[in-house]
């Protein structure tokens, strides 16, 4: 199992430019989380959602949407980067009934 | 709304010394607690959870950590610290079957 994984690792932007990254798990979790990492800020809830087909708002939500097409996937977009999304962003995913959460290794974003 | 306070952002301790890394929490119901552990250039990995039952929890790499519901405290705990478990360390709360919030995290550097 490769467990949660994220794609890119490492991206820069432009202002104004706009990118999707990619979570994929192959655990079959139903529950799938994008999260973002500031300094001394710990993890900050983006969206979730809790199945196929649905998605909701979470803590920091401004300027991000997400889909979730298939089960195993979860996609991040951000439509017009600017510098104050520059941060680490985590995708994680867990089963509805149990309460553990796996994380992906993360991707870098830096918006110039 | 919970919140979650790690009361020290740096603890820098020699090796083979005992450590304490302090989580207080604030919740108006009843939550799960968890502590993880981000080494450098990775993702979270969960170290120990209180879910029930008895109110001091064991880890993995010889973590613990004690449940103190009158204090709303999850405090993590090893008697004795290697260089390997210099990391971030965060503490997260999650009420029963909801999203979790997480601390702002404590920086270990553990000194030879």
């Known amino acids: 199992n490769a467990g949660v994984t994220q794609t890119p690792k490492f991206r820069v932007l432009k202002t104004g430019q706009s990118m999707t990254l990619l979570c994929a798990q192959d655990?079959?979790?139903?529950?799938m989380y994008w999260y973002r990492q500031d300094p001394g800020m710990g993890l900050r809830l983006i969206h979730y959602?809790?199945?196929?087909?649905?998605?909701a708002k979470g803590e920091v939500p401004d300027g991000y949407n997400v889909s979730r097409l298939k089960k195993q996937n979860f996609l991040l977009g951000l439509e017009s980067a600017a510098p104050s999304q520059t941060s680490v962003y985590f995708c994680?995913?867990?089963?509805?009934?149990?309460?553990?959460?796996?994380f992906g290794p993360g991707t870098r974003l830096t918006v110039t | 709304a919970q919140s979650v306070t790690q009361l020290d952002s740096q603890v820098p301790v020699f090796e083979e010394a005992p450590v304490e890394l302090r989580c207080n929490y604030s919740?108006?119901?009843?939550?799960?607690l968890f502590w993880y552990v981000q080494y450098p250039n990775q993702g979270l990995q969960l170290l120990l959870k209180?879910?029930?039952?008895?109110?001091l929890v064991k880890g993995i790499n010889g973590f613990e950590a004690e449940f103190n519901k009158s204090q709303t405290s999850f405090h993590l705990r090893k008697p004795s610290v290697h260089i390997s478990d210099t990391a971030e360390y965060f503490c997260?709360?999650?009420?029963?079957?909801?999203?979790?919030?997480f601390g702002p995290g404590t920086r270990l550097s553990v000194l030879p």
């Open positions: 997260a709360v999650s009420p029963y079957g909801q999203n979790f919030v």
């Open positions: 919740s108006s119901v009843s939550v799960y």
């Open positions: 209180y879910l029930s039952g008895s109110t």
């Open positions: 959602s809790v199945g196929e087909g649905t998605t």
């Open positions: 994680a995913s867990r089963y509805a009934r149990v309460n553990e959460q796996y």
């Open positions: 655990m079959n979790h139903e529950y």
